[in-house]
């Protein structure tokens, strides 16, 4: 997954197995099975399997469109 940010919308990963790393504007955290991660509009954001990983991705806003993104490099 690219380093991006969306404008319009949240979403919210659950861990349904596996392990990984999120960056949310530049700070990482370690993820496992049963996590949940927020992200808010306007935050920029990835994650990075560590190992085979599985995610549910529930995305909430007024507007879901493949045009809401915005990619970064890492700095």
Do not use: C, F
Not at 38 to 46: D, N
């Amino acid at each position: 997954m690219s380093y991006h940010m969306h404008h319009h919308r949240d979403e919210v990963w659950t861990v349904v197995s596996g392990n990984g790393v999120v960056t949310i504007d530049d700070r990482k955290m370690d993820i496992k099975v049963g996590d949940v991660v927020t992200v808010k509009a306007g935050y920029k954001h990835m994650v990075e399997a560590v190992t085979n990983l599985d995610i549910v991705e529930v995305q909430i806003g007024k507007e879901i469109s493949v045009d809401d993104k915005e990619k970064y490099d890492l700095e």
